[in-house]
């Protein structure tokens, strides 16, 4: 019997497919059919595939041409399945020519003719407009935005704003994108706005972004006070409008999966989760010199409540803070201190102050560690009693890990949202009103 194999994503299942692997079938007895996870595409940098793993699956199984679908989750599995499998003969699309030779020394290689035309890229882009998104503020994390949208497709930058004209200007030329000298004209220019300006300023540019019309991703901590964020959720809500906040941790693949592991009981209930992060800083940054909305729970608080709000919920019994200042009396270590009613939580967070990043979700079974820049989740460990008894997990991260929420944000604009919101309207409620009350706590001191 002449077994045959060949993998893709099959994503908007298309003639191209068909054609394929009705001719795969033809090069033998018994065809199997590698199915990629959605993990996979996405960490060879496929982002955006609309159809559900079990989708492409089905469509896969209607062509009556697999005699068996496997699932494709890592790189280096096709050689170890053909191994597996006694493959003679591995048989993709002729878009990939030259890049399976390495096989060869297995099996038989065949480069299929590619069906002209058509492929998941074209439906994708067919089935949606091109989002034209707009910046607004010309810092930092702007800068890191540029590439990482450069990496979904379905989304083109189209310019940015910043009241200081020179500034905008500048970033404009360097990035080869517009700028705009007044907020009306962005506005005309663009479909949905990222917002990266300081912190006290995303009120009033998320407020006019909404009704103007445009979705809206916006920086970290989004509001400072509970009412702003109930007000602009209503408002996007009633104009249909997508709101997201950017907490790009909460859309990494990684992340994901620890959430999942540390709710599938594999530590048994929570009942104590510490996160901590700490950053050294330019003394003359905004984020060590602006005393009223600098420091370091502002700036990092977000991160470290993510999991706790994820982990435990909205519902704490009660949150209180304590404070190291520098010498211009801005916060540079605080700590959060959160009771649930069955589990307790802390946050660190440090703005030139140093210490170990780590994330720490204990159980009753075990815990979970995972190490800085647990931020940028792609590595964790499931430890237990005996301490032989150590699971590992991992996951990619990819650049500055902006492209998880910009492609989630994406999606649910285009309504192809595989998944809910990953960061709910109540979580980013529950964390304005946190730092509120934290901004309360620090000005009465
Ligand atoms: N294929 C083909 N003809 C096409 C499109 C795809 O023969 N017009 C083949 C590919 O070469 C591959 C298989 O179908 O062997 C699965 O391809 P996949 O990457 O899932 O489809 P594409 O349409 O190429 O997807 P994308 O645009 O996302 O790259």
Sequence with gaps: MVKVITYGTFDLFHEGHYRLLERAKKLGDYLIVGVTTEEYDQARGKLNVIDSLMTRIENVKKTGFADEIVIEESAGQKFRDIKKYDVDIFTVGSDWVGQFDYLKDYCQVVYL???????????REQNKRIQRIGIIGTGRIARRFIPEAGRVSGISVQGVYNPHIESAAAFAKNYDINYYESLEQFFRAVDAVYIASPHETHYE???????QGKHVLCEKPMVLKKIQAEELFDCAKRRNLILFEGIKTAYCPGFEKL???????????????DACFTKLEDENSRELTDLQYGGSFLELGSYCMLPIMKLLGHEYERVSFDT?????????LTKAYFKYPNALATVTCGLGVKSEGQLIISGTKGYILVEAPW???????????????????????????????????????NGSAKSEFKLTRGESIKMAEIMEMFLAVKGEK
């Design 375 to 413: 931020w940028k989740t792609n590595y964790f460990e499931v430890r237990r009693e005996n301490p032989g008894d150590v699971e590992k997990f991992s996951a990619r991260f990819l650049g500055d890990g902006l492209r998880y929420e910009l492609s989630d944000f994406l999606s649910m604009i």
């Design 113 to 123: 003719e590619r069906t002209k035309d058509i492929s998941s890229t074209m439906l």
């Design 259 to 273: 959430l999942g592991i540390a709710c599938s009981g594999a530590i048994g209930s929570i009942k104590s989760i």
């Design 324 to 332: 190291v200042t520098g010498s211009n009396g801005l916060d540079i």
């Design 205 to 211: 540019y998320i407020k006019a972004s909404l009704l």
